[in-house]
């Protein structure tokens, strides 16, 4: 049983900042990759960024190179936005996974509910 639980999100307008937070919790630990996913409406759900634990290793979406930075400790992911753009909206989604770094949904087994990011122009 495994719980990943986000929290940050909110309305911010165009240039502002955001912090969404993630904890999971549950009988598994120390997860390999977590990272985050967003998908607004009409589009794609695409990976913003993601960390693995123990090797120096993130990714992140080019659209948000400069502006997001993760950080990792162990079940813990935390994901600091800056310089926010109108297109930055959209729902965005902890996940977690055992295994590699990855960038499509498939390859991450565990989803946290989502937390509604809204940029206002």
């Known amino acids: 049983q495994v719980q990943l639980v986000e929290s940050g999100g909110g309305l911010v307008q165009a240039g502002g900042s955001l912090r969404l937070s993630c904890a999971a919790s549950?009988?598994?630990?120390?997860?390999?990759?977590m990272g985050w996913f967003r998908q607004a409406p009409g589009k794609e759900r695409e990976l913003v960024a993601a960390?693995?634990?123990?090797?120096?290793r993130t990714r992140y979406a080019d659209s948000v190179k400069g502006r997001f930075t993760i950080s990792r400790d162990k079940n813990t992911v935390l994901l600091q936005m800056n310089s926010l753009k109108p297109e930055d909206t959209a729902v965005y989604y902890c996940?977690?996974?055992?295994?590699?770094?990855?960038?499509?949904?498939?390859?991450?087994?565990?989803w946290g509910q989502g937390t509604q990011v809204t940029v206002s122009a």
């Open positions: 960390d693995t634990w123990g090797v120096s």
């Open positions: 996940v977690a996974d055992l295994t590699n770094i990855g960038v499509l949904p498939n390859e991450y087994a565990y």
């Open positions: 549950g009988r598994t630990f120390g997860f390999y990759t």
